[in-house]
Protein backbone atom coordinates (compact mmCIF):
# COMPACT_ATOMS: atom_id res chain seq x y z
CA UNK A 1 0.00 0.00 0.00
CA UNK A 2 1.26 3.43 -1.05
CA UNK A 3 -0.36 5.99 1.26
CA UNK A 4 0.36 8.56 -1.31
CA UNK A 5 0.78 11.74 0.51
CA UNK A 6 -0.93 15.10 -1.20
CA UNK A 7 1.93 17.99 -0.37
CA UNK A 8 3.16 21.15 -2.17
CA UNK A 9 4.76 19.25 -5.00
CA UNK A 10 1.37 18.14 -5.88
CA UNK A 11 -0.07 22.29 -5.73
CA UNK A 12 1.06 22.75 -9.33
CA UNK A 13 -1.43 20.07 -10.45
CA UNK A 14 -4.29 20.68 -8.77
CA UNK A 15 -6.34 22.17 -11.42
CA UNK A 16 -5.83 18.19 -13.00
CA UNK A 17 -7.48 15.46 -13.36
CA UNK A 18 -7.12 11.86 -14.23
CA UNK A 19 -10.12 10.27 -16.91
CA UNK A 20 -10.64 7.30 -18.06
CA UNK A 21 -13.59 4.56 -18.20
CA UNK A 22 -15.06 1.07 -19.35
CA UNK A 23 -12.30 -1.03 -17.81
CA UNK A 24 -14.41 -3.93 -17.95
CA UNK A 25 -12.18 -6.30 -15.32
CA UNK A 26 -13.16 -9.48 -16.39
CA UNK A 27 -11.21 -13.05 -17.05
CA UNK A 28 -12.45 -12.34 -21.04
CA UNK A 29 -12.11 -15.08 -23.01
CA UNK A 30 -11.98 -17.18 -19.48
CA UNK A 31 -8.29 -16.36 -19.45
CA UNK A 32 -6.79 -15.22 -16.34
CA UNK A 33 -4.05 -13.37 -18.25
CA UNK A 34 -6.97 -11.37 -19.57
CA UNK A 35 -7.69 -10.69 -15.94
CA UNK A 36 -4.50 -9.46 -15.18
CA UNK A 37 -4.68 -7.35 -18.68
CA UNK A 38 -7.24 -5.60 -16.91
CA UNK A 39 -5.79 -4.99 -13.58
CA UNK A 40 -2.77 -3.73 -15.10
CA UNK A 41 -4.43 -1.23 -16.71
CA UNK A 42 -6.19 -0.05 -13.64
CA UNK A 43 -3.01 -0.17 -11.96
CA UNK A 44 -1.00 1.92 -14.70
CA UNK A 45 -4.19 4.83 -15.08
CA UNK A 46 -3.63 5.49 -11.14
CA UNK A 47 0.53 4.82 -11.39
CA UNK A 48 -0.10 7.85 -13.95
CA UNK A 49 -1.79 9.70 -11.73
CA UNK A 50 0.65 9.53 -9.02
CA UNK A 51 3.65 9.98 -11.43
CA UNK A 52 2.48 13.52 -12.59
CA UNK A 53 1.31 13.80 -9.06
CA UNK A 54 -2.11 14.34 -9.94
CA UNK A 55 -4.52 14.13 -7.27
CA UNK A 56 -7.86 13.02 -8.95
CA UNK A 57 -8.85 10.89 -10.89
CA UNK A 58 -12.25 9.68 -12.32
CA UNK A 59 -13.60 7.15 -13.70
CA UNK A 60 -17.06 7.03 -16.18
CA UNK A 61 -18.41 3.50 -15.47
CA UNK A 62 -18.22 -0.38 -16.14
CA UNK A 63 -15.56 -0.87 -13.80
CA UNK A 64 -16.36 -4.82 -13.41
CA UNK A 65 -17.90 -6.73 -16.66
CA UNK A 66 -20.48 -9.05 -15.02
CA UNK A 67 -23.62 -7.14 -14.07
CA UNK A 68 -24.70 -9.74 -11.37
CA UNK A 69 -21.70 -12.27 -11.07
CA UNK A 70 -17.90 -11.37 -10.17
CA UNK A 71 -15.66 -14.11 -9.27
CA UNK A 72 -13.42 -13.97 -6.44
CA UNK A 73 -9.82 -13.15 -7.91
CA UNK A 74 -11.19 -10.65 -9.83
CA UNK A 75 -12.85 -8.19 -6.99
CA UNK A 76 -9.98 -9.06 -4.58
CA UNK A 77 -6.86 -8.10 -7.33
CA UNK A 78 -9.37 -4.69 -8.48
CA UNK A 79 -9.38 -4.28 -4.55
CA UNK A 80 -5.89 -4.57 -4.01
CA UNK A 81 -5.41 -2.03 -6.84
CA UNK A 82 -7.65 0.89 -5.25
CA UNK A 83 -5.92 -0.09 -1.81
CA UNK A 84 -2.31 0.17 -2.96
CA UNK A 85 -3.06 3.74 -4.00
CA UNK A 86 -5.03 5.62 -0.96
CA UNK A 87 -4.12 8.90 -0.93
CA UNK A 88 -5.63 9.77 -4.32
CA UNK A 89 -9.01 11.06 -4.66
CA UNK A 90 -10.64 9.08 -6.82
CA UNK A 91 -14.29 9.06 -8.17
CA UNK A 92 -16.43 5.69 -9.34
CA UNK A 93 -19.60 6.75 -11.57
CA UNK A 94 -21.80 4.13 -11.99
CA UNK A 95 -22.04 2.79 -15.75
CA UNK A 96 -24.45 0.01 -16.76
CA UNK A 97 -22.64 -3.01 -16.11
CA UNK A 98 -21.97 -1.82 -12.42
CA UNK A 99 -25.56 -1.82 -11.67
CA UNK A 100 -27.59 -5.32 -10.01
CA UNK A 101 -30.63 -3.86 -11.39
CA UNK A 102 -31.02 -2.59 -14.60
CA UNK A 103 -32.88 0.95 -14.11
CA UNK A 104 -31.63 1.67 -10.66
CA UNK A 105 -28.41 2.86 -9.03
CA UNK A 106 -29.43 1.48 -5.69
CA UNK A 107 -27.22 -1.52 -5.46
CA UNK A 108 -23.96 -1.68 -7.25
CA UNK A 109 -20.56 -3.81 -7.66
CA UNK A 110 -18.51 -1.49 -7.11
CA UNK A 111 -20.69 0.29 -3.51
CA UNK A 112 -17.94 -1.89 -1.22
CA UNK A 113 -15.24 -0.04 -2.48
CA UNK A 114 -16.35 3.21 -1.33
CA UNK A 115 -14.58 1.76 1.81
CA UNK A 116 -11.36 2.38 0.78
CA UNK A 117 -10.44 5.84 1.67
CA UNK A 118 -10.10 8.21 -0.99
CA UNK A 119 -12.62 6.45 -3.07
CA UNK A 120 -16.35 7.74 -4.26
CA UNK A 121 -18.99 6.13 -5.83
CA UNK A 122 -21.28 7.91 -7.50
CA UNK A 123 -25.08 6.45 -8.00
CA UNK A 124 -27.21 9.31 -8.53
CA UNK A 125 -26.93 12.34 -10.74
CA UNK A 126 -24.69 15.10 -8.66
CA UNK A 127 -22.40 17.68 -8.74
CA UNK A 128 -19.07 17.79 -6.68
CA UNK A 129 -16.55 20.45 -6.08
CA UNK A 130 -13.57 18.31 -7.60
CA UNK A 131 -10.15 20.80 -8.07
CA UNK A 132 -11.70 24.08 -7.19
CA UNK A 133 -14.57 23.21 -10.09
CA UNK A 134 -17.97 22.03 -10.20
CA UNK A 135 -18.13 18.81 -11.69
CA UNK A 136 -21.39 17.17 -12.38
CA UNK A 137 -22.02 13.63 -12.94
CA UNK A 138 -24.78 11.24 -14.42
CA UNK A 139 -24.77 7.65 -14.05
CA UNK A 140 -25.90 5.19 -16.89
CA UNK A 141 -29.72 5.90 -17.36
CA UNK A 142 -32.07 5.15 -20.31
CA UNK A 143 -33.49 8.65 -20.54
CA UNK A 144 -30.82 10.99 -19.87
CA UNK A 145 -32.34 13.89 -21.24
CA UNK A 146 -34.65 13.82 -18.04
CA UNK A 147 -31.97 13.14 -15.21
CA UNK A 148 -30.07 15.71 -16.53
CA UNK A 149 -32.66 18.09 -14.35
CA UNK A 150 -31.65 16.16 -11.63
CA UNK A 151 -27.98 17.28 -11.33
CA UNK A 152 -28.99 21.39 -11.28
CA UNK A 153 -27.46 24.20 -12.60
CA UNK A 154 -23.11 23.59 -12.25
CA UNK A 155 -21.66 27.26 -13.35
CA UNK A 156 -18.63 25.27 -14.52
CA UNK A 157 -20.30 23.02 -17.16
CA UNK A 158 -18.44 20.22 -16.85
CA UNK A 159 -20.44 17.06 -17.27
CA UNK A 160 -19.67 13.35 -16.31
CA UNK A 161 -21.76 10.49 -17.59
CA UNK A 162 -22.57 6.84 -18.71
CA UNK A 163 -24.80 6.89 -21.46
CA UNK A 164 -25.88 5.95 -25.34
CA UNK A 165 -26.51 8.84 -27.77
CA UNK A 166 -27.74 8.14 -30.94
CA UNK A 167 -25.56 8.10 -33.99
CA UNK A 168 -22.33 6.95 -31.89
CA UNK A 169 -20.21 4.80 -33.08
CA UNK A 170 -20.43 1.45 -30.70
CA UNK A 171 -18.12 -0.97 -33.24
CA UNK A 172 -15.43 0.40 -35.56
CA UNK A 173 -15.07 -2.77 -37.23
CA UNK A 174 -18.64 -3.43 -38.22
CA UNK A 175 -18.80 0.84 -38.52
CA UNK A 176 -22.16 -0.23 -36.72
CA UNK A 177 -23.88 3.26 -34.91
CA UNK A 178 -26.28 3.62 -31.94
CA UNK A 179 -30.13 4.21 -32.24
CA UNK A 180 -31.36 5.88 -29.18
CA UNK A 181 -34.93 7.43 -28.78
CA UNK A 182 -37.20 7.42 -25.85
CA UNK A 183 -40.71 8.40 -25.14
CA UNK A 184 -42.00 11.11 -24.39
CA UNK A 185 -45.76 11.88 -24.43
CA UNK A 186 -46.67 8.97 -26.45
CA UNK A 187 -43.77 10.58 -29.26
CA UNK A 188 -40.26 8.48 -29.99
CA UNK A 189 -37.13 11.14 -29.38
CA UNK A 190 -34.10 10.94 -30.52
CA UNK A 191 -31.45 11.05 -27.83
CA UNK A 192 -28.50 12.34 -29.51
CA UNK A 193 -25.37 14.80 -28.37
CA UNK A 194 -27.71 18.33 -28.60
CA UNK A 195 -28.94 17.01 -24.98
CA UNK A 196 -25.90 18.57 -23.26
CA UNK A 197 -26.07 22.15 -25.10
CA UNK A 198 -25.38 24.46 -22.50
CA UNK A 199 -22.56 22.48 -21.31
CA UNK A 200 -18.61 23.15 -22.12
CA UNK A 201 -17.24 19.36 -21.92
CA UNK A 202 -18.90 16.38 -21.46
CA UNK A 203 -17.34 13.42 -21.05
CA UNK A 204 -19.00 9.94 -21.44
CA UNK A 205 -18.30 6.29 -20.78
CA UNK A 206 -20.26 3.48 -22.46
CA UNK A 207 -19.19 2.96 -25.95
CA UNK A 208 -15.44 1.63 -26.51
CA UNK A 209 -14.56 3.77 -29.51
CA UNK A 210 -12.97 7.30 -28.60
CA UNK A 211 -14.77 9.94 -30.57
CA UNK A 212 -15.66 13.07 -30.58
CA UNK A 213 -19.97 13.65 -31.06
CA UNK A 214 -19.36 17.62 -30.68
CA UNK A 215 -17.15 20.04 -30.59
CA UNK A 216 -16.95 23.82 -29.30
CA UNK A 217 -15.75 24.68 -32.72
CA UNK A 218 -18.83 23.68 -34.56
CA UNK A 219 -21.25 23.34 -31.84
CA UNK A 220 -20.19 25.63 -28.93
CA UNK A 221 -19.51 22.64 -26.26
CA UNK A 222 -17.94 19.59 -26.55
CA UNK A 223 -19.08 15.96 -26.00
CA UNK A 224 -16.65 13.27 -26.34
CA UNK A 225 -16.84 9.14 -25.28
CA UNK A 226 -13.89 8.65 -23.68
CA UNK A 227 -13.28 4.90 -24.72
CA UNK A 228 -12.20 1.82 -23.49
CA UNK A 229 -8.37 1.73 -21.99
CA UNK A 230 -7.42 -2.00 -23.46
CA UNK A 231 -8.86 -3.45 -26.82
CA UNK A 232 -11.27 -5.84 -25.17
CA UNK A 233 -13.10 -7.85 -28.33
CA UNK A 234 -12.42 -7.78 -32.18
CA UNK A 235 -14.95 -5.10 -32.26
CA UNK A 236 -11.99 -2.67 -31.29
CA UNK A 237 -9.28 -4.25 -33.30
CA UNK A 238 -6.12 -1.42 -34.90
CA UNK A 239 -7.69 1.45 -32.37
CA UNK A 240 -5.42 2.66 -30.38
CA UNK A 241 -6.73 3.12 -26.77
CA UNK A 242 -5.87 5.86 -24.08
CA UNK A 243 -6.34 7.37 -20.64
CA UNK A 244 -7.06 11.35 -20.77
CA UNK A 245 -5.02 14.23 -18.52
CA UNK A 246 -7.51 17.42 -18.38
CA UNK A 247 -6.89 20.83 -17.00
CA UNK A 248 -10.10 22.00 -15.14
CA UNK A 249 -8.98 25.49 -15.85
CA UNK A 250 -7.71 25.93 -19.47
CA UNK A 251 -9.60 22.63 -20.82
CA UNK A 252 -6.49 21.50 -22.79
CA UNK A 253 -6.47 18.03 -22.76
CA UNK A 254 -3.13 15.40 -23.15
CA UNK A 255 -4.05 11.62 -24.42
CA UNK A 256 -2.45 9.17 -23.07
CA UNK A 257 -1.81 6.43 -25.25
CA UNK A 258 -1.54 2.32 -23.80
CA UNK A 259 1.15 1.19 -25.77
CA UNK A 260 1.67 -2.42 -23.19
CA UNK A 261 -1.97 -4.04 -23.53
CA UNK A 262 -2.28 -6.85 -25.90
CA UNK A 263 -4.17 -6.14 -29.32
CA UNK A 264 -6.42 -8.20 -31.24
CA UNK A 265 -5.46 -8.14 -35.14
CA UNK A 266 -7.95 -9.23 -38.27
CA UNK A 267 -5.53 -10.20 -40.61
CA UNK A 268 -5.52 -11.63 -44.08
CA UNK A 269 -3.38 -14.88 -44.05
CA UNK A 270 -0.51 -13.27 -46.98
CA UNK A 271 -0.17 -10.31 -44.27
CA UNK A 272 1.20 -12.13 -41.46
CA UNK A 273 4.45 -11.75 -41.32
CA UNK A 274 3.94 -7.60 -41.41
CA UNK A 275 2.24 -8.21 -37.95
CA UNK A 276 3.86 -8.51 -34.29
CA UNK A 277 1.97 -11.54 -33.65
CA UNK A 278 3.43 -12.19 -29.76
CA UNK A 279 0.64 -12.32 -27.22
CA UNK A 280 -1.70 -10.75 -29.26
CA UNK A 281 -4.86 -11.83 -30.18
CA UNK A 282 -5.17 -12.78 -33.99
CA UNK A 283 -7.82 -13.83 -36.39
CA UNK A 284 -6.72 -14.66 -39.54
CA UNK A 285 -8.52 -14.76 -42.70
CA UNK A 286 -7.98 -17.03 -45.12
CA UNK A 287 -8.86 -17.75 -48.77
CA UNK A 288 -10.12 -21.54 -48.33
CA UNK A 289 -10.46 -22.63 -44.61
CA UNK A 290 -10.07 -26.29 -45.57
CA UNK A 291 -7.00 -25.61 -47.23
CA UNK A 292 -4.01 -28.13 -46.62
CA UNK A 293 -1.67 -25.58 -44.91
CA UNK A 294 -4.44 -24.35 -42.05
CA UNK A 295 -3.32 -27.23 -39.25
CA UNK A 296 -0.01 -26.43 -39.92
CA UNK A 297 -0.47 -22.44 -39.99
CA UNK A 298 -1.96 -23.06 -36.69
CA UNK A 299 0.59 -25.13 -35.29
CA UNK A 300 2.98 -23.04 -35.99
CA UNK A 301 1.25 -19.68 -34.59
CA UNK A 302 0.67 -21.13 -31.64
CA UNK A 303 3.47 -22.83 -31.12
CA UNK A 304 6.54 -20.50 -32.27
CA UNK A 305 5.00 -17.14 -32.12
CA UNK A 306 2.95 -18.13 -28.71
CA UNK A 307 -0.19 -15.87 -29.84
CA UNK A 308 -2.70 -15.00 -26.99
CA UNK A 309 -5.91 -16.71 -28.87
CA UNK A 310 -6.18 -17.46 -32.56
CA UNK A 311 -9.23 -17.44 -34.84
CA UNK A 312 -9.01 -18.92 -38.47
CA UNK A 313 -12.19 -16.87 -40.55
CA UNK A 314 -13.07 -18.11 -43.69
CA UNK A 315 -12.86 -14.60 -46.24
CA UNK A 316 -16.75 -14.12 -47.29
CA UNK A 317 -17.43 -14.44 -50.99
CA UNK A 318 -18.55 -12.40 -52.97
CA UNK A 319 -20.87 -12.53 -55.64
CA UNK A 320 -20.04 -12.66 -58.93
CA UNK A 321 -21.56 -9.70 -60.71
CA UNK A 322 -21.40 -11.22 -63.64
CA UNK A 323 -23.35 -14.17 -63.05
CA UNK A 324 -26.18 -12.23 -61.29
CA UNK A 325 -26.36 -10.26 -64.99
CA UNK A 326 -26.52 -13.58 -66.74
CA UNK A 327 -29.47 -14.85 -64.15
CA UNK A 328 -31.47 -11.65 -65.04
CA UNK A 329 -31.25 -12.50 -68.97
CA UNK A 330 -32.15 -16.07 -68.19
CA UNK A 331 -35.31 -15.12 -66.42
CA UNK A 332 -36.14 -12.46 -68.39
CA UNK A 333 -36.27 -14.79 -71.44
CA UNK A 334 -38.34 -16.99 -69.43
CA UNK A 335 -41.31 -14.49 -69.09
CA UNK A 336 -41.27 -13.85 -72.68
CA UNK A 337 -41.50 -18.31 -72.75
CA UNK A 338 -44.23 -17.84 -69.84
CA UNK A 339 -46.19 -15.42 -71.82
CA UNK A 340 -46.18 -17.43 -75.06
CA UNK A 341 -46.92 -20.26 -73.20
CA UNK A 342 -50.27 -18.15 -71.55
CA UNK A 343 -51.33 -17.37 -75.12
CA UNK A 344 -51.31 -20.72 -76.29
CA UNK A 345 -53.05 -22.12 -72.81
CA UNK A 346 -55.72 -19.26 -73.39
CA UNK A 347 -57.01 -21.20 -76.22
CA UNK A 348 -57.36 -24.66 -74.61
CA UNK A 349 -60.97 -25.41 -73.52
CA UNK A 350 -59.67 -26.99 -70.19
CA UNK A 351 -58.32 -23.73 -69.03
CA UNK A 352 -61.84 -21.88 -70.25
CA UNK A 353 -62.23 -18.74 -67.55
CA UNK A 354 -58.95 -18.64 -65.85
CA UNK A 355 -57.39 -15.43 -65.78
CA UNK A 356 -54.77 -15.16 -68.34
CA UNK A 357 -53.59 -11.69 -66.56
CA UNK A 358 -53.50 -13.22 -63.31
CA UNK A 359 -51.69 -16.14 -64.34
CA UNK A 360 -48.93 -14.16 -65.73
CA UNK A 361 -48.43 -11.69 -62.92
CA UNK A 362 -48.25 -15.25 -60.69
CA UNK A 363 -45.62 -16.31 -62.86
CA UNK A 364 -43.62 -13.10 -63.17
CA UNK A 365 -43.53 -12.79 -59.33
CA UNK A 366 -42.09 -16.80 -59.22
CA UNK A 367 -39.55 -15.68 -61.71
CA UNK A 368 -38.53 -11.95 -60.88
CA UNK A 369 -34.88 -11.37 -59.36
CA UNK A 370 -34.10 -8.45 -57.07
Known sequence: MLLIGINEDWTGQMSKI???????????????????????????ALKTAVDRKIPNVIFAGDLFHDRQRIDVPTYQKTFEVFNKYQGLEIYLLLGNHD???????????????????????????????????????????????EDLKKVGNNE????????????????????????????????????????????????????????????????????????????????????????????????EKEYIRNTFSP????????????????????????????????????????????????EIKQKEKKVNEDLVEDAKAILFKETEMLEKYVEQEDKNEHLEGLDKDKLLEIGKGICEVE
Open 156 to 251: DKILFGHVAIDGALWNVMAQTRAEVSVEHDGDMTKVDSSIFKGWKDVFLGHYHAEQKLASKEVDGYNVEYIGSPLQLSFGEAFQHKHIIEYDLETG
Open 18 to 44: IIFSDIHIHPHKKSSERLQNCVDVLDW
Open 263 to 310: QHFIIPEKDLEKYDLEKNFIRVVVDDISATGIIEMRQDLMGNHKVGSL
Open 99 to 145: LWHFKKWDVSSVYPLKSIEGVTVISKPSTLLIGGKHISFLPYTHDPA
